[in-house]
């Protein structure tokens, strides 16, 4: 079981009639996500509509890691 006053996470519940979650979630997965990609190498593709910005994915990138040097494009959605 967790310490229930971590720094950096955050709390929530959820209930229904059938059951009652009690979540710990970090605030931000960047340095867990960097491991992984560091891990499995070779091209990484998200897709999404909010990825980006203004046309600047680093809203997204940022967050996430953002790996220096990394080649990125948004393309238009249809």
Request: hydrophobic content about 35%.
């Amino acid at each position: 079981m967790k310490e229930i006053n971590q720094p950096g996470y955050s709390y929530w519940y959820e209930c229904t009639s059938r059951h009652f979650t009690l979540a710990l979630t970090p605030l931000t997965v960047a340095e867990k996500f960097k491991e992984v990609m560091a891990q499995k190498s070779g091209s990484w593709i998200f897709t999404s509509a909010t990825l980006s910005v203004n046309d600047d994915l680093h809203h997204f990138t940022r967050p996430a890691g953002d790996r220096r040097g990394a080649d990125s494009a948004a393309a238009e959605s249809l």
